[in-house]
């Protein structure tokens, strides 16, 4: 896959660093130091922030990833007053958060009953919003510029060694928690800076061009109605996707919320793959619609599939195998709380399928995104919120948390299944093969056979023997069938260069 290939085995290592990172922050230093209601407030912060932040962008984000290349190609980057244009768009959708939210401040703490800390501290998200709208903007042009690996190593990894310190400034009483809500917010800062001097750097990007230009002129109308659509679809996918954790919220309360975050968190795993080949794949994909190279989309949505396919059955199965350590783990770091992680298990299953099934369709939201038809986009990602938010809101009041993740897999197995339908129906686009079938069957029935390793009472040596067992008979499954060449091919090479950095150390 070219480029996409090799910036995306880059971003997956900052990814997968930052997931690592994450996790000893969730799984151990925050049940180590803080409540569960405290931990549901960060998560809570964490989530309404990211869906605010959207909402401010009005649309721009969609507006940058489309015609950026185009404002470059036809004026360079010493005119192109893209930048500033969709800044002040990004400070006018601020400004009406800020408005709205002031003018609703006693409707949001009434409906925030069950949560009464979270409307403490709800001021807090205010600035975590802003730094995180103005990251997400730099973000954008990063992604049209190819710097996708530095986007990620700052979004995934910088940002939770930040959150590490500021843990352990409270869990050792440096901070207390008030000055750690009040620097939490502004947790996107650093990152944002850098960013943008990383950007001025480049020379690629100015901010010194207010002028309109011709550009602007002739895509004024189809840039805002591109922007309207994409914006929408993009809102309510991402509101379809957080929606669960303002439910748990309203009506069961922060410490759900936390021992939701981390099943959500866990399952999240498997996107480290997803995560880095989007920030990639979007510019070339946009630049083959450009060039109607459709040999090359067809190309990408097809190793986009089996990629994405295996690392996340090597994950699933990673996960799934030992997720009653994890739970064991917890209860025991959390014992001045009185453990309580046992639900866990179910799911985090069921999230875990849910994330595969998502996989499994590979980049059809980034491909119909940056087609003509991104409209499409819009339309199902409504459809997406008109499933998601009864059916949550059902099903968390009948069978509580456990109800949110089936809610989950249903309406995302709905969500991908209509748009791998478009795609096929409308470009021919089939990106499976048998052996994608095969392979599936086998990961299945491996998950199972290891899944029968007999528990060693040891949470050390249980992980190590499934993980070991699983990851050796994984590895000899895809050599044989080999149904993803590049991720065959990475590994080889990671195993050469660790053993010949060996040989000549000796």
């Known amino acids: 896959m070219g480029i996409i290939q090799k910036q995306g085995i880059k971003s997956s290592y900052f990814i997968f660093l930052g997931f690592l990172i994450g996790a000893v922050n969730l799984l151990v230093l925050f049940p180590l130091f803080f409540s569960k209601e405290d931990q549901g407030l960060v998560r809570a912060m964490i989530d309404i922030g990211a869906t605010l932040s959207v909402f401010c962008t009005l649309g721009t984000l969609p507006v940058v990833y489309k015609f950026f290349p185009f404002y470059n190609h036809y004026l360079g980057s010493k005119k192109n007053e893209l930048p500033f244009l969709t800044l002040i768009v990004n400070l006018i959708g601020f400004g009406i958060l800020i408005f709205i939210g002031w003018a609703n401040k ?43 690996v530095t986007t990620n190593f700052l979004r995934e990894t910088a940002i939770r060694i930040i959150t590490t310190v500021l843990i352990l400034l409270f869990g050792f009483h440096l901070i207390n928690f008030n000055q750690f809500i009040a620097l939490f917010s502004g947790v996107y800062l650093i990152p944002m800076l850098v960013l943008f001097y990383l950007l001025i750097k480049s020379k690629q990007w100015s901010f010194n061009t207010f002028k309109i230009s011709s550009v602007t002129k002739r895509l004024k109308g189809r840039m805002i109605s591109f922007a309207l659509f994409v914006f929408a679809g993009q809102f309510f996918n991402l509101l379809a996707r957080t929606n669960d954790t303002f439910m748990i919220v309203g009506l069961k309360g922060l410490s759900d919320a936390s021992i939701f975050a981390i099943a959500t968190y866990v399952s999240a795993i498997l996107e480290i793959p997803q995560r880095s080949l989007n920030a990639i794949s979007i510019p070339i994909l946009a630049k083959s619609w450009k060039e109607k190279d459709f040999a090359n989309i067809k190309h990408i949505y097809h190793k986009s599939v089996s990629n994405l396919l295996v690392v996340g059955f090597l994950l699933f199965g990673l996960i799934w195998l030992n997720i009653q350590n994890l739970v064991a783990f917890l209860n025991w770091v959390s014992h001045k709380q009185g453990g309580g992680y046992d639900a866990l298990v179910n799911i985090s299953f069921i999230l875990g399928i849910a994330k595969l099934i998502d996989l499994g369709t590979g980049v059809n939201a980034q491909i119909i995104g940056t087609s003509n038809f991104w409209k499409f986009d819009f339309f199902t990602n409504v459809l997406f919120v008109i499933v998601s938010l009864p059916l949550n809101f059902y099903l968390i009041q009948h069978y509580d948390l456990i109800g949110l993740a089936i809610s989950n897999l249903i309406a995302l197995t709905l969500y991908n299944s209509i748009r791998f339908g478009f795609l096929y129906k409308k470009f021919k686009l089939q990106p499976y093969t048998w052996k994608h079938g095969l392979f599936v069957v086998l990961m299945i029935t491996l998950i199972l056979i290891v899944h029968l390793i007999p528990d060693l009472n040891n949470i050390v040596f249980n992980i190590a023997a499934s993980s070991i067992v699983y990851t050796t008979l994984f590895y000899l499954i895809i050599k044989w069938l080999n149904p993803a060449p590049e991720i065959l091919d990475a590994f080889h090479g990671i195993l050469n260069k660790f053993r010949d950095n060996w040989l000549s150390k000796k």
């Open 106 to 148: 006693d409707f949001i703490i009434r409906k925030l009953g069950k949560s009464p800390s979270l409307g403490q501290y709800f001021n807090y998200v205010y600035p975590y919003t802003f730094f995180l709208l103005l990251f997400y903007w730099l973000e954008a042009f990063a992604w049209g510029l190819h710097k996708g």
